[in-house]
């Protein structure tokens, strides 16, 4: 069987900055999530903003191991740590008063992982 190569260099930088995190802080919720994120393209997440809505209530943390998508609206404030997002759910976000960052910077932010709430 041959080993899958990610090419990707920030989605490997990420990765590693996620399970350093985890190891440091013995947090699993990191090295869960570099674990999806570790998967095929075709096995990523992809998530919109209408089910962060309904998942979530206003202040909760969010990690999405993979991407969010702009369909549907948000009217609560939340703060999202993704792989990446598009342009308009980062926009949809933002108006409703919630915050956008990376998975690296939200496990720099969190470190233990506490209230952390993983969507796929």
């Given amino acids: 069987m041959v080993r899958r190569v990610i090419t990707n260099p920030q ?6 900055a ?5 190891r440091k802080n013995k947090a699993q919720i990191w090295l869960r999530v570099a674990e999806f994120l570790g998967k095929p393209k075709r096995a990523r997440v992809a998530i919109n903003v209408s089910r962060i809505a309904r998942n979530t209530k206003k202040g909760d943390i969010v990690a ?4 969010v998508l702009a369909t549907g609206s948000i009217s609560h ?3 999202i740590g ?4 598009s342009q ?10 919630g915050s ?13 992982g506490s209230k952390i709430k993983i969507l796929r």
């Avoid at 999405?64 to 991407?67: E, I, Q, R, S, T």
């Fill in 88 to 97: 308009t759910a980062r926009a949809k976000i933002q108006t409703a008063g």
């Fill in 64 to 67: 999405v191991p993979g991407k």
């Fill in 77 to 79: 404030a939340i703060h």
């Fill in 18 to 22: 996620l399970k350093k995190t985890g």
């Fill in 11 to 16: 989605l490997n930088d990420t990765i590693a």
């Fill in 100 to 112: 956008c960052m990376s998975l690296s910077k939200l496990a720099d932010d969190h470190p233990k």
């Fill in 82 to 85: 993704a792989f990446n997002f």
